[in-house]
């Protein structure tokens, strides 16, 4: 019942954000007043149905800018969601997230990840690090704007929502498709292939946006918990947990995107969402 609910959630997520139609039709983005609000999860800016901005894509504009100031607005935004809801966001409001998980459920043989590669989850903070804020401040054109790096380079979501749709339906940007466009291409082919065979590979590994949120989650108000008094370590949680995580023992770990499967399996009814400051 509870995965039948998030999946509901993460299609109404997907529709409400991505309802701008006449942008598919006409192959231009929206840029209406909810333009300059961000949405929670990963959403391209460039997408023809856009009706908001992407978190990550609107914190590298505004660090790379010329007349770079603090931004309040999208660090307090990613605070209060990362504060108040953690990696729930990846869970249940991520279209990207979506994207994936239905990539997932294509017949073909399945991978669980070995412990020896688990290390490959730090990836993302290397690239929250480097792409996301270290080269649009410091690698900067010659009039000292810099380049949102992760967008225009690595994210495989802003090619599939903006890029792809946008060259598929503009002429003129069809003619201008160079290098630059086939590597993201390339990028965003092994991220669906690696997609089929994994589990949300992009969200363990790759996205600066997860890796925000899951700093977050150990301390945000929604949660896991475990009642000691009733669970029997028995392992079916982590059984169950296609993120390799062992619920019964960390229920709030940094990768956990509060999917809910450990609690549907646990035979004691021994994990529970709550709410708790």
Known sequence: MDSLKRKLVQIITLISTNGYFKGFLEGHIYRGKTKSICVPGLNCYSCPGAFGSCPIGSLQAVIGDLKYKFSFYVVGFLTLIGVTLGRFVCGWLCPFGLIQELLHKIPSPKFKLSKKLNGLKYLKYIILLVFVILLPMFWVNDIGMGDPTFCKYICPAGTLEGGIPLTLLDTSLRSAIGFLFMWKTAILIITIILSIII??????????????????????VYKLEVNKDVCTSCGACSKRCKLDIEVYKNPNSFECIRCGECKSVCPNKAIKTVFKA
């Not at 590979?201 to 150990?218: M, V, W």
């Open 199 to 220: 589990f949300r590979p992009f969200c363990r590994f790759i996205c600066p946006l997860g890796a925000i949120y899951s700093l977050f989650n150990r301390i945000s």
